[in-house]
C-alpha cells in the first residue's frame, strides 16, 4: 500500500477526510448534513492545497464502509470511484467495527465491537483477530460470556445504555476512536481490505 493515502469516512454524523502525505496527517471534519458531492470535493481539493500535495503525487484511496449514514457512504464510494477514474488510485476498504476495535486485537483473545446504528445495535466478534458475523446486540446479551481475555467496545455516547452498565469496568472499553491513529493500525496489521468495496448497510 502506498505510504501516501486519503481517507473518506462520512458514516457519522461528521465526515472525516483524512490526508496522509509524508508521514504528515490533515485532517478536516466536517460538520454538515450537506450530502452535496461538489462540496465534498471542494474540501478534498481544499484538504490536498493545504498539505501542499502536486497532482503528480501518487496515494491510495481507503473509504469507511459502514455501517452509518447510508447516503454518507454511498457519496464516499462514489467520490472514491471519481478519483480512480481520474487519478488511477488504488481503492481500499475497512469498516466502523474493526476501526473501533484495532487497538484491542492483539491485547485480548476476544474483542467485540459494538455500534450503534438508526436506534439499534450490533456487534461484530472478533477472536484472535478474525472476525464472525455481524449480529444483533440482543445475541451478545443472550449468548456470549465475557472473561479476562475478552473487551466490549463502546463509543462514549453509549456509556449511559442501560445494557453496558452493568459490565464490569475490566470487560469494557470506552473507546472514542482515532480514524488517524487507528487506520495506522490496521494498515501495520494488514486489516485494511484490499479493493474490496462491500458496504455495509444496517437498518
Keep these: 500500500m502506498n505510504k501516501n493515502f486519503l481517507v473518506l469516512d462520512f458514516t457519522g454524523l461528521s465526515k472525516n477526510i483524512v490526508f496522509k502525505f509524508k508521514d504528515k496527517f490533515f485532517i478536516n471534519k466536517i460538520k454538515t448534513d450537506s450530502n452535496n458531492n461538489q462540496e465534498i470535493i471542494d474540501d478534498i481539493l481544499n484538504l490536498i492545497k493545504r498539505a501542499n500535495i502536486k497532482t503528480k503525487e501518487k496515494f491510495d484511496v481507503l473509504v469507511n464502509l459502514g455501517p452509518g449514514s447510508f447516503s454518507g457512504i454511498r457519496i464516499s464510494l462514489a467520490v472514491a470511484k471519481g478519483i480512480k477514474l481520474i487519478k488511477k488510485v488504488n481503492l481500499f476498504g475497512f469498516n466502523s467495527f474493526i ?4 487497538p484491542y486485537l492483539e491485547k485480548y483473545e476476544t474483542v467485540f465491537s459494538i455500534l450503534k446504528v438508526n436506534k439499534k445495535f450490533y456487534f461484530l466478534k472478533y477472536i484472535k483477530g478474525k472476525k464472525n458475523d455481524i449480529s444483533q446486540i440482543t445475541e451478545f446479551q443472550n449468548k456470549e460470556k465475557l472473561n479476562e481475555k475478552s473487551v466490549i467496545v463502546i463509543s462514549s455516547e453509549m456509556k449511559n445504555e442501560d445494557m453496558f452498565k452493568n459490565i464490569a469496568e475490566k470487560h469494557r472499553v470506552i473507546e472514542d476512536f ?26
Excluded at 99 to 102: D, F, G, S, Y
Design 99 to 102: 476501526l473501533n476495535a484495532a
Design 178 to 203: 482515532d480514524v488517524k491513529n487507528n487506520i495506522e493500525i490496521l494498515i501495520k496489521k494488514n486489516l485494511i481490505e484490499n479493493n474490496l468495496i462491500k458496504p455495509v448497510y444496517l437498518g
